[in-house]
């Protein structure tokens, strides 16, 4: 007995067979990136308009994003690595070489976000936000001055302050209360920072760098050394979160997308890459998660209120971006760790 199958299934299995086999022409794209930064809004639309299903998993650290990445070769096709991180990724060849051919958005960047380290000529990355780590102070709870680390970080406030759940990021702050450069990351200059992160870590009742605002908002603290896109947020919500960049300085972060050599979806992820670029879907992830937008034509939509906001666009202060630090980071990691569990 002959079989005769509906045209509709022999097409769709033959779409599935081709799919297979072309290169470039995977239905699926893995991106690994950083918890609550991707809108769903985002991955749907992509998906509506290539036909590719993203499966986005999330990581907490530059660090976890790249044990994985080696631990899981071939995994994923798309990754947000911040520039310290990117800069380390680059050097151990862990990065495929972008296609500019296929990103034709690229000229929708500020040029405040072109040709700087770690990939001045932008060879394997594309900037995707950026933004500061600022002090917020719930001003209905704290009626003193905050203006710097030390300020934080009082015996008055203990049990009272949440903070990133990132030892570089602690690291970073008491190196500067100290009035030492962010990265001068030195066996002797760690020795200074230990006594003052010892005492600090004693007053913190949150550690948590995947929503820091969380314990704000929810009354469990009254201030916290926080992602400026989380005290965006906030402010937003209510005035009485006020954002503080710290007197000694802070860091200025720029999280990248970039495309792991192993990656098997090469064109899906210059296909997801050209399309955050567009100026309309940039503005959408700036209204999910209110960081710095470096895509300048997206700043154009932006309303008078967002670019108003003091986290997402502050005013003065002084920024550094991260460099990386080699086996250091170890040495930070195990600092930090000790002196957590021994508080």
């Known amino acids: 007995m002959k079989l005769f199958l509906p045209l509709r299934f022999v097409i769709r299995a033959s779409l599935a067979l081709f799919a297979s086999v072309l290169p470039g022409a995977a239905a699926e794209l893995n991106l690994f990136g950083w918890s609550e930064y991707v809108p769903q809004t985002v991955i749907d639309g992509f998906t509506r308009e290539s036909g590719i299903k993203v499966n986005f998993e999330t990581y907490s650290s530059n660090e976890e994003l790249i044990s994985k990445l080696v631990a899981g070769v071939g995994r994923y096709d798309l990754v947000q690595p911040s520039d310290y991180a990117a800069e380390l990724m680059i050097r151990q060849k862990l990065l495929a070489p972008l296609d500019r051919s296929k ?23 594309v900037p995707y936000m950026s933004g500061t780590v600022g002090i917020v102070v719930n001003t209905d709870k704290v009626k003193v001055p905050v203006t710097s680390y030390r300020d934080v970080f009082q015996a008055r406030f203990k049990n009272r302050i949440v903070v990133l759940n990132d030892n570089r990021e602690i690291v970073t702050w008491a190196l500067l209360s100290l009035g030492l450069p962010m990265n001068s990351i030195t066996a002797e200059n760690l020795k200074r920072a230990r006594p003052v992160i010892a005492e600090w870590v004693k007053l913190v009742k949150v550690f948590d760098s995947d929503s820091p605002k969380t314990a704000l908002l929810n009354g469990d603290v009254d201030l916290g050394v926080v992602w400026s896109g989380e005290a965006a947020i906030l402010w937003n919500q209510n005035k009485k979160f006020q954002y503080v960049i710290p007197a000694e300085g802070t860091h200025q972060f720029i999280d990248m997308l970039a495309i792991p050599a192993t990656a098997k979806n090469k064109n899906g992820a210059h296909q997801f890459m050209n ?36 986290a997402s666009y502050p005013k003065g202060g002084q920024f550094e971006t991260f460099r990386d630090i080699g086996k250091m980071a170890s040495d930070i990691d195990r600092l930090v760790t000790d002196l957590k569990s021994s508080k």
């Open 103 to 125: 990103l034709g958005n690229l000229k929708n960047l500020s040029p405040d976000f072109v040709g700087r380290p770690p990939d001045p000529e932008g060879k394997f990355t």
């Open 275 to 310: 399309y955050i670029l567009r100026p309309e879907v940039s503005k959408l992830i700036s209204a999910a998660f209110p960081y710095t937008n470096p895509n300048a034509a997206a700043r154009q939509l932006l309303s008078a209120g967002e670019l108003a906001n003091p």
